[in-house]
């Protein structure tokens, strides 16, 4: 990457007093990089928080080209600032690149950009207890063209926001609607990478949820609706008879940094970790006869999130008497442990910022 050209702030903005929330409020600047095909990438940018001036017809708006990121930066009880496995972030990006037929990022300058932010706003990094700085890394075609067709200029950006702990009231199970109507992904679509259609298709069947009374929707599969993909965005887990069970990312499931962090932690732990398809029947039977002993899933921004509560058609079941189960719970600590510095890290799963 060329030599990041910083320009700061010179109203440099009032940081948020009592509880934080979640992306609703954003630090003094942000990362900026062109792409042209002149040029490739270039002009690398910390610049004043503003907002983007874009043409009314650039190919974003139209034809949806754009993916992002999520990640975040965590408050050590030492006082230092460190990210948790950005390469896996920066790889992933540049898979999703590929996908959407954008120029991909080196993965070593999409860490630097990110450490670059975090160390010019370190001050917005909260040390409360289970906050830290969540930051947004994403890609928008901006050449102005009524064609389908890949963009000949892109705008690469990260923004950052101080966020609060995801569980205001403490880590609790959440009840969960199985979703056989509609369909995340399929085969051969966009099910692997961070699009933004892939969220926005998802927002009918969560009010659905909503409106039932649950809290998210696991997905089924997209050709059969019988194998369990993903809860609401996040990863899911299953625990049967002692072996945890996660559908396999071969195209219609997100490659998870959390997920894959859980399965190499549960596999030192001695875990058998099982990445197959897991038919919901199979799951539902499991829990009639008191196999399904635990149900997690696994994000950036809740880490660990334990399901208390499945709901299928007419068939509502409760999971290890709705609390929060011993993997779950060792998992949710152990990565946190990690990520805030009171757990030694895995060979290269930590890197410091300052």
Request: glycine share 10%; proline share 7%; with cysteine.
């Amino acid at each position: 990457m060329q030599p990041i050209r910083i320009e700061k702030t010179k109203k440099p903005k009032e940081k948020p007093a009592g509880a934080l929330g979640f992306g609703s409020v954003f630090t003094d600047h942000m990362f900026l990089m062109d792409y042209t095909a002149e040029k490739g990438w270039h002009d690398p940018r910390l610049v004043p928080y503003a907002p983007l001036v874009l043409d009314p017809a650039a190919l974003v708006f139209h034809y949806a080209q754009e993916c992002f990121e999520g990640l975040k930066a965590y408050r050590t009880a030492a006082g230092g600032v460190q990210l948790f496995r950005p390469d896996k972030n920066g790889e992933r990006l540049a898979s999703t690149h590929r996908r959407l037929c954008i120029p991909e990022i080196p993965v070593e300058d999409f860490v630097a950009a990110v450490r670059a932010l975090v160390a010019l706003d370190a001050d917005w990094v909260p040390s409360e207890p289970d906050t830290s700085l969540y930051l947004r890394p994403f890609t928008i075609a901006t050449e102005p063209k009524l064609g389908v067709k890949a963009s000949d200029s892109y705008l690469f950006c990260i923004i950052a926001s101080p966020s609060g702990s995801y569980y205001a009231g403490g880590i609790d199970p959440v009840r969960i609607y199985v979703e056989d109507e509609y369909t995340r992904a399929a085969p051969g679509g966009t099910g692997a990478i961070k699009c933004g259609g892939n969220y926005a298709a998802s927002l009918l069947s969560g009010e659905k949820a909503h409106a039932a009374g649950y809290d998210q929707v696991l997905w089924l599969d997209g050709v059969h609706r019988r194998y369990v993909e993903e809860v609401g965005s996040m990863n899911c887990f299953f625990k049967i008879d002692g072996v945890l069970y996660t559908a396999p990312t071969n195209g219609t499931v997100l490659p998870g940094i959390t997920r894959m962090s859980c399965i190499e932690l549960l596999e030192r732990w001695g875990y058998k970790v099982s990445v197959d398809r897991l038919a919901i029947d199979d799951v539902m039977a499991a829990a009639a006869d008191g196999r399904l002993e635990e149900v997690f899933g696994t994000g950036t921004a809740a880490v660990i999130s334990p399901v208390g509560e499945l709901r299928y058609k007419d068939k509502t079941v409760v999971i290890g008497g709705g609390a929060i189960g011993p993997v779950t719970q060792k998992l949710y600590d152990t990565l946190t442990g990690i990520q805030y510095g009171r757990i030694d890290p895995p060979q290269g799963w930590i890197v410091p910022v300052e």
